[in-house]
């Protein structure tokens, strides 16, 4: 495939960069996952929009940004013809001379993009029930930076995968917040909930999209923390990113959530989202 790199497209393989980028040295950079449907960006400005955020919260200066994010996000699309796909943008503080802590100044950003295929390239709702664990979340208390450090996250992923599951749920404080890369929704009583935006969590593209949705077809929708107990009594729990879209949760800690399958909120929203993506 071609990727971009600092100004260049270039094949993957001809990609590289040095082991004393700032993001190989200390995960010192920012990262975007946006999904590609018949060949279009979704939700690209909020993508980006995000992305600049997390780059501001790292004061990572966006003059040193090489391009036009969009332009090159279409280039990448067109060079490699793919029709479904996700796009991966990378930005760290690159390299220096020495392994310093303290922010360089004046140095380059790195900037990579890359297009991968959509693990599953279902057009269609995936009713499957996906099974989750919980973990304790120990990352650090900025959750809304897309930080491309994500040991944590990666460490409790493989946990679930040690355990078949599909993913874990961080709880922090008793809370279940949301998945080692994704958000999470509990329906309860009728209502849809998911935690605030906080430093807890990363705010989700999906997540606002479900929520907007929610709200525009006048389903009762409520942002506020909910306990792992509160999840384990849900009438539904789903899952959601970009990858995943939406996805029905129907085991938490081996209990069975609701009947143990998708739901019927699941399925109405899940209709809207798709009806969306048109
Ligand atoms: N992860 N929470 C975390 C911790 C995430 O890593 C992600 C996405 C989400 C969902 O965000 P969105 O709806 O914008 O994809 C929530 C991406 C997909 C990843 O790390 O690959």
Known sequence: SIVYLNGDYLPLAE??????????????GIYE???VYAGQLFRLPQHLRRLNRSLS?????????PEDLE????????????????LYWQVTRGQSSQRDHRFPSNTEVTCFATVNPLPSAAQQP????????SVEDVRWQRCDIKAI????????RQQAENQRADEAIMVRDGFAIEGSASNLFMVQQGCLVTAPES???????????????????????????FTLDDLLQADEVWISSSMREIQPVVSVDGQAIGNGQAGPMWHQITEYYMAYKQ
């Open 15 to 28: 990609a590289s960069v040095s082991v004393m980028d700032r993001g190989f040295l200390f995960g010192d």
């Open 33 to 35: 996952v946006i999904p």
């Open 57 to 65: 919260e790292i004061l990572i200066d966006k003059s040193y940004l």
């Open 71 to 86: 332009e090159v996000s279409a280039n990448l699309l067109s060079k490699n013809n793919v029709q479904n796909a996700s």
């Open 126 to 133: 995936d009713a499957t029930g996906r099974k989750v664990i």
């Open 149 to 156: 450090t994500l040991l944590a996250n990666c460490m409790a």
């Open 199 to 225: 430093h807890w969590i990363l705010g989700g593209i999906t997540r606002e999209l479900i929520l907007e949705i929610a709200r525009e077809k006048g389903l009762r929708v409520s942002e506020r923390l």
